[in-house]
């Protein structure tokens, strides 16, 4: 399909890793077809909604993860306990939350990596350059302003399949 994989593959057995931009169901198919190239098996997170039978099949064989938002637990301590209790989980998440244009970005991630203590990285799809991998690994420092400052500049350039969805000012 002429893209290009960038970037360098992370030696970490734990990590969120977020991607962006997000403006088409295009940008799943593509970070699912990075991750087989590269030999990674990120998981996802999905409502449980979606979670019937037979879609519920192929959500789990290929790498979701139900998030029960209807229980006494929020989302983040959902994933900060699954991530304390596996050896080896890499969690793909769109900070975007969806493929619409948001005004900021959800900050979910970034809370979910420091309270489990795994570091965050930054993936990206851009379809001006046809380009796809990895920009650079972060720690959550705990100034949730000066990071998303950090994270933003990484990604004030990159095209999304539909840029006009993409805002570059993600906090």
């Not at 991607?19 to 449980?48: E, Q």
């Not at 990596?113 to 001006?128: E, F, S, T």
Request: charged share 25%; net charge positive.
């Amino acid at each position: 399909m002429g893209w290009k994989v960038v970037g360098s593959i992370p030696e970490i057995k734990k990590y969120i890793v977020i991607s962006a931009p997000h403006t088409s169901n295009w940008d799943f198919l593509i970070g699912r077809c990075f991750a087989y190239i590269v030999a990674l098996s990120p998981k996802y997170l999905i409502k449980s909604e979606l979670y019937f039978w037979p879609l519920s099949i192929l959500i789990r064989w290929n790498g979701g993860i139900p998030v029960y938002r209807k229980t006494a637990k929020n989302t983040v301590d959902q994933v900060v306990e699954r991530l304390k209790k596996a050896d080896n989980l890499i969690l793909g998440i769109a900070p975007e939350g969806t493929r619409k244009r948001v005004k900021k970005w959800k900050t979910g991630f970034y809370f979910i990596a420091q309270k489990a203590g795994v570091p965050i990285v930054l993936m990206y799809m851009d379809y001006a350059k046809k380009e796809v991998g990895f920009l650079d690994v972060l720690q959550a420092s705990g100034d949730l302003q000066k990071d998303m400052e950090m994270i933003q500049e990484y990604y004030k350039d990159k095209v999304g399949k539909n840029p006009e969805l993409f805002n570059p000012e993600i906090y």
